[in-house]
C-alpha cells in the first residue's frame, strides 16, 4: 500500500507491506544513502533518524513509523547550504574518520544541541555539557576509527555556540561530503543487477547441523559455509549464505532456509569449562590440528610456532643482514635468517 509523510521537508510516498525496516525504506526506496545500515540490531546507532524531531534506530523501528510524520535523515540537518553547528564542529575538531557512523552521530547530535539550546537559552555564554554528559546522550554510537576525541570536542563546542554563524576550515578535505550524508560508500551503490547476500547463522554455541535443501525447498542462490563435519563451533557462526535482488528478500529467504540444528551439548562458562566432564570443543589436540578452518577470513599465509614466538620474520625494506626471530624465550631463540634489502 501507498503512504505519505514528508522526509526532510519533501512530501514523500512511501510502498510498504508493513514489514519492513525505516532504515531500508529511507535507503533503498528514498535513495538517501547517508543513512547508514551497520548491526542492523540497534546496538551502532550509524542508521539514527528523526521522527517528528525524536532520534530513532531506523533498523529497529518500523517503516509505518514514518507515516504521516516528519522524518529527518543526515542529508536534511543542514539548512540548505548552511550547514547546522553540530555538523561544522565536526569538521572543525575533526570528529570523524572513515565517516561510516558519522551520520549516526550528526542526526543524534543535532537534536541533543537543540535540547541544550532550548534549555540553556539563545545568549552567550551558556555553558558546555560536560563529558559524561555527551557520552551519556551519545551512548547509542560506536564509532570504529575512534574518533572520539573529536567528537566529545565537537559536541562541546556546538553547544557552546562556536559555530552558530559563519564559515567552518574543515580538519580534512573529505569531510564535509561526510557530515551531509553525501559520501558514497559500496554499500550505496545499486548498480543493475546486483544481488545482496545475508549469512544464515548458528543460534548456539555448538550443534551439528543437517544438509542444506535440495529440490524445490533449495533457494537459487544459496552457498554451503559449513565445514565438511558440519559442526558448529560458537553462537553466530556462519552456516550459509543466500542472495536475492533485494535485502528484504535475502532476509525472508535467509529465515525461511529448512535447515536442521541437533543442539551438542556446551558450556560458555571459564570454570565451567575447566571442570571434569566439561564438553570439548574438539575431542583431543589431534582433532583441533585436524579440524577445518571455520573462520570467516582468511588464515594468515605464513607459519607461527607458537603465539610467544610471533610469525615468521619479514623482509624489512632498506635492511640488509639478520633478524632475530625472537628476542624472547620463544620456540624461535636464536634462529634467524637472512633477509634480501627492500627497495
Ligand atoms: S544499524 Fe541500526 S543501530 Fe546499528
Ligand atoms: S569515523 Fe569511522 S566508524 Fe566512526
Redesign the pocket.
Known amino acids: 500500500m501507498t503512504f505519505s509523510t514528508s522526509v526532510n521537508g519533501e512530501k514523500r510516498d512511501l510502498d510498504l507491506s508493513g514489514h519492513e525496516a525505516a532504515v531500508d525504506v529511507i535507503r533503498e526506496q528514498l535513495g538517501l544513502t547517508g543513512t547508514k545500515l551497520v548491526c542492523a540490531g540497534g546496538v551502532c546507532g550509524a542508521c539514527t533518524i528523526q521522527i517528528d524531531g525524536v532520534p530513532a534506530a531506523g533498523c529497529l523501528t518500523p517503516a509505518t513509523a514514518m507515516v504521516d510524520a516528519e522524518v529527518t535523515t543526515v542529508e536534511g540537518i543542514a539548512d540548505g547550504d548552511e550547514l547546522h553547528p553540530v555538523q561544522k564542529a565536526f569538521l572543525a575538531h575533526d570528529g570523524?574518520?572513515?565517516?561510516?557512523?558519522?551520520p549516526g552521530?550528526i542526526v543524534d547530535g543535532a537534536a541533543f544541541y537543540d535540547g541544550w539550546r532550548a534549555e540553556h537559552g539563545d545568549s552567550a555564554p551558556r555553558p558546555e555539557p560536560d563529558r559524561h554528559t555527551i557520552a551519556g546522550a551519545l551512548a547509542g554510537h560506536?564509532?570504529?576509527?575512534?574518533?572520539y576525541e573529536g567528537i566529545y570536542r565537537a559536541m562541546a563546542a556546538a553547544c557552546r555556540g562556536d559555530f552558530d554563524d559563519g564559515p567552518v576550515e574543515p580538519a580534512r578535505i573529505d569531510g564535509p561530503a561526510k557530515v551531509t550524508g553525501q559520501a558514497v560508500y559500496t554499500a550505496d551503490v545499486y548498480p543493475d543487477g546486483v544481488l545482496h547476500a545475508v549469512i544464515g547463522r548458528s543460534p548456539i554455541a555448538a550443534a551439528d547441523v543437517g544438509p542444506l535443501p535440495s529440490g524445490n525447498d533449495r533457494p537459487e542462490w544459496i552457498i554451503d559455509l559449513l565445514p565438511e563435519d558440519r559442526r558448529v563451533r560458537y553462537a553466530g557462526q556462519a552456516m550459509f549464505a543466500v542472495a536475492a535482488e533485494s535485502l528484504a528478500d535475502a532476509r525472508r529467504i535467509a529465515a525461511a532456509v529448512p535447515v536442521e540444528v541437533r543442539p551438542r551439548p556446551f558450556v560458555i562458562d571459564p570454570d565451567e569449562a575447566l571442570a571434569d566432564g566439561a564438553p570439548p570443543v574438539y575431542e583431543d589436540r589431534a582433532a583441533r590440528k585436524l579440524a577445518p578452518n571455520s573462520s570467516e577470513g582468511p588464515m594468515l599465509p605464513t607459519r607461527w610456532s607458537n603465539n610467544r614466538a610471533g610469525p615468521e620474520p619479514h623482509a624489512v625494506p632498506g635492511h640488509v643482514g639478520q633478524i632475530p626471530r625472537s628476542q624472547g624465550t620463544g620456540g624461535g631463540v636464536g634462529r634467524s635468517r637472512r633477509v634480501a634489502a627492500g627497495n
Open positions: 570523524l574518520q572513515c565517516g561510516y557512523c558519522t552521530f560506536l564509532c570504529r576509527c575512534a574518533a
